[in-house]
């Protein structure tokens, strides 16, 4: 079994810095950070959670898979487009 999340940031979000849209907001740091966290706690192995974005990060072992259809034009993406791409 796999834990799979998806995080997809857009240009119409708020979870982007205005001024430089690549600095990441210290809230959805927070949150993936928290459900990494979370998930370890659980005794997922690190191996099998997916982090699925299309924007780098890297979080106590786990580093994201890119999703290349989801880009930050696209204001949807769901867990079924991240899971058809993988």
Do not use: H
């Amino acid at each position: 079994m796999k834990n799979l999340m998806v995080y997809i940031l857009s240009n119409e979000n708020k979870w982007t810095n205005i001024e430089n849209p690549t600095d990441l907001s210290p809230l959805l740091i927070a949150y993936i950070k928290a459900q990494i966290d979370n998930s370890i706690e659980l005794k997922w192995n690190v191996n099998d959670i997916i982090l699925a974005t299309n924007f780098d990060f890297e979080y106590r072992g786990v580093k994201n898979y890119y999703l290349q259809s989801c880009s930050k034009d696209l204001v949807f993406c769901s867990k079924v487009q991240a899971i058809y791409e993988l």
